[in-house]
C-alpha cells in the first residue's frame, strides 16, 4: 500500500467544510505504528453535539493510526469494518490498533 493511498483514504474519510476544529492522523500499513505512513489534517466541526457525520467507511490498508490533534471535546474511533465490529477508541498521542486488522472504519464526534 502506498503512502499516497493512505493519506487518500483518510482525507475522504474526515472532509468536510467546517473550519472549527482539525484532525491531524498518521496511519501505518503495520500494527504497532510502523511500515509505510502517511498523514492527514482535515478540519471538522467541533461545536458541542455535533456528530462528524457518524462513522465513515475507509479503505486505507492502515492497521494502526495515532492521532496527532483532535479539538477539545471530541473523541475519535476506529472500527474494523463499516463501522460495526471491533470498536476502539484513538487518543491523541497513542498508537492504536485492532489486533492486526485493517482499520475500515473512523468517527470523530464532537
Known amino acids: 500500500m502506498r503512502v499516497n493511498s493512505i493519506i487518500a483514504s483518510f482525507l475522504v ?3 468536510v467544510g467546517a473550519d472549527a476544529g482539525k484532525v ?3 496511519g501505518w500499513t503495520e500494527v504497532g505504528c510502523k511500515g509505510t505512513s502517511g498523514t492527514t489534517s482535515e478540519n471538522v466541526d467541533s461545536r458541542p453535539g455535533h456528530h462528524h457525520n457518524e462513522c ?6 492502515a492497521k494502526s493510526i495515532k492521532m ?3 479539538p477539545d471535546g471530541c473523541t475519535a474511533t ?3 469494518d463499516g463501522c460495526n465490529k ?5 487518543r491523541v498521542g497513542k498508537c492504536v490498533g485492532l489486533g492486526g486488522k485493517e ?3 473512523i468517527s470523530i464526534d464532537c
Do not use: E, F, M, P
Open 13 to 15: 474519510a474526515l472532509a
Open 24 to 26: 491531524t492522523l498518521t
Open 56 to 61: 465513515k467507511n475507509v479503505h486505507s490498508g
Open 68 to 70: 496527532k490533534a483532535i
Open 78 to 80: 476506529i472500527y474494523s
Open 86 to 90: 471491533d470498536k476502539k477508541a484513538a
Open 103 to 105: 482499520i475500515r472504519g
